[in-house]
């Protein structure tokens, strides 16, 4: 019987010389739940793009079921479906006209479709009217709608005698606890019937309990596959790092924590651009040299926040008082100008420039570090020095500094955004979903420099919905469900079981 998926010496390398696949020659049974794990730059989208058919081999051949792939039309034409990393949605359109592209190439009618596609999103625990638009919906709500879309046209392809492969690149990051445990359910019941599952994910812990096997890759090989069953985790971190862990110990920076607030929020009211309130007489203190956590169910208003106090998005009513001054309302420049800074959710959409270079990238907004006469001259040597710094200092992989930002993986691109951000010291960080889409490695480096701020005695608001990581290394946790504060915490002060059911409404 031929394997579910079948690679013979597959490569694949990009511009720069990035060797992204490195010989892989690998075979996968049908009726699997496959995991498939490694650091960022490990290569693990690239195999599952060259797997779909999104991308061609260097060298190398790719069967499914026998049949040999030298597309994407062949390729889903044989049963394989990818959700990607980065939503793949057009702003303009709505998610029923996505719909009616369900099938490359053919033009079908929605009308069945919409209630199934409802049916499916409301099984995840996420109620979208399918007609409106990408464009005015949050990063979470598209995840939901895109593996909904795939689930739906697995289920076609199955009632057309297929046997459905589905590729999940990261995407249950922004689901909360309960929406990541029905969609582990319908994943079971789907491998019970057939179908052949790849879920690429970070999250060790929803890997190891959901999975069958777990795929490792590192530097584009496959290091090692693991059964899930009776699994020696510690054997499988050590295939996939030569770091330790994050763990709770990373925390061991003592805080210096002032009296005095760094920000307060008082009675906030803020829409989104529905004009839906989500953001409702919000109040909130941040103290000076504080790391504050504000724990979150995506998609439930904290993007609407973040944005306003960094000056995004104006305030419907209520004062923002930044280090004792009022700045309600003032806009994202003038924000700057004042020491605040922001990392957005969706770092790939809003933090990269895909035509710009590497080097672009992580100096963009700094150029004061490397310019004289107000701008007028570039050191373009200082400009280099400070890129190559960053890379360094983030673990960045990148051979070419003047190559396209696109020729980095994923997660590389995350870190060239996390690097440019963080890189200079601002008094005040909003770090909205910091974590999301990093590899273990990646988040420690990112907590490394949350201490280092605390140190300095900077001011950091982490927002997730990551409990876990909030207790591990905030001094303080708030708890923020339907728009509102509903308490603040010491880590001691709280169980990460309580902040669960708070921010899911049930406390």
Same mark, same amino acid.
């Given at each position: 019987m031929d394997a579910a998926v079948k690679l013979r010496e597959v490569s694949k390398t990009f511009p720069g010389g990035v060797v992204a696949v490195d010989n892989i020659s690998l075979e996968l049974d049908g009726g699997v739940l496959y995991g498939v794990v490694g650091p960022n730059g490990a290569g693990k989208s690239t195999l599952m793009n060259l797997i779909s058919g999104y991308m061609l081999p260097d060298k190398g051949e790719?069967?499914?079921? &026998?049949? %040999?792939?030298n597309d994407f039309h062949e390729a889903i034409s044989q049963g394989v479906v990818k959700v990607e990393q980065n939503p793949n949605l057009a702003p303009g359109l709505t998610l029923v006209e996505h719909l009616a592209l369900l099938i490359p190439g053919i033009s079908i009618k929605t009308s069945g479709l919409r209630e199934r596609c409802e049916e499916l999103m409301n099984m995840i625990g996420v109620r979208v009217g399918l007609d409106a638009k990408v464009e005015d919906l949050p990063i979470s709500h598209l995840r939901v709608f895109e593996i909904a879309k795939a689930l739906l046209l697995c289920e076609l392809l199955h009632e057309a005698g297929r046997k459905p492969i589905l590729i999940l690149d990261e995407a249950t990051v922004f689901l909360p606890i309960q929406q990541k445990q029905t969609l582990k359910n319908i994943l079971k019941d789907l491998v019970s019937? &057939?179908?052949?599952?790849l879920l690429i994910s970070h999250d060790l812990a929803e890997v190891i309990d959901v999975s069958d096997?777990?795929?490792v890759m590192t530097a584009g090989k496959i290091a090692s596959i693991f059964r899930s069953e009776n699994l020696d985790v510690s054997a499988l971190i050590k295939s996939m790092f030569d770091v330790a862990l994050v763990t709770e110990s990373s925390r061991s920076t003592p805080s210096i924590i002032s009296d005095e607030p760094a920000l307060v929020i008082e009675k906030l009211n803020v829409r989104d651009d529905r004009g839906n309130l989500v953001v409702r007489d919000l109040s909130l203190t941040v103290y000076s040299g504080e790391v504050h956590g504000i724990a979150v169910i995506p998609g439930t208003g904290e993007k609407e926040l973040a944005e306003c106090m960094y000056g995004l998005r104006r305030a419907e009513s209520g004062r923002i008082i930044l280090f004792g001054e009022d700045v309600s309302n003032l806009n994202v420049f003038q924000m700057r100008k004042k020491g605040v800074s922001f990392i957005s959710d969706d770092r790939v959409r809003d933090g990269i420039i895909p035509d710009a270079s590497v080097e672009d990238n992580l100096t963009i907004g700094s150029e004061s570090r490397f310019s004289y006469f107000n701008g007028l001259f570039i050191n373009s040597m200082e400009r280099r020095a400070l890129a190559e710094n960053l890379i360094r200092e983030f673990s960045i992989v990148a051979k070419d500094l003047k190559a396209p930002i696109t020729t980095l993986s994923g997660g590389n691109m995350q870190r060239v955004y996390l690097a440019r951000v963080m890189g200079g010291h601002v008094k005040l960080l909003i770090a909205l979903h910091p974590t999301v889409g990093l @590899?273990?490695? &990646?988040?420690?480096? +990112? +907590? @490394?420099?949350?201490?280092? %701020? %605390?140190?300095? &005695? +900077?001011t950091t608001i982490i927002i997730s919905p990551n409990v876990k990581e909030l207790m591990a290394f905030c001094d303080r946790i708030s708890v923020m469900s339907e728009g509102r504060i509903l308490g603040t915490f010491k880590p001691e002060e709280v169980t990460v079981e309580k902040l669960g059911f708070m921010v899911s409404g049930v406390a």
């Open positions: 790719i069967y499914i079921y &026998g049949v %040999r792939i019937n &057939g179908y052949t599952i096997k777990i795929i @590899d273990p490695m &990646g988040t420690k480096i +990112f +907590f @490394d420099k949350v201490n280092e %701020r %605390r140190m300095k &005695g +900077f």
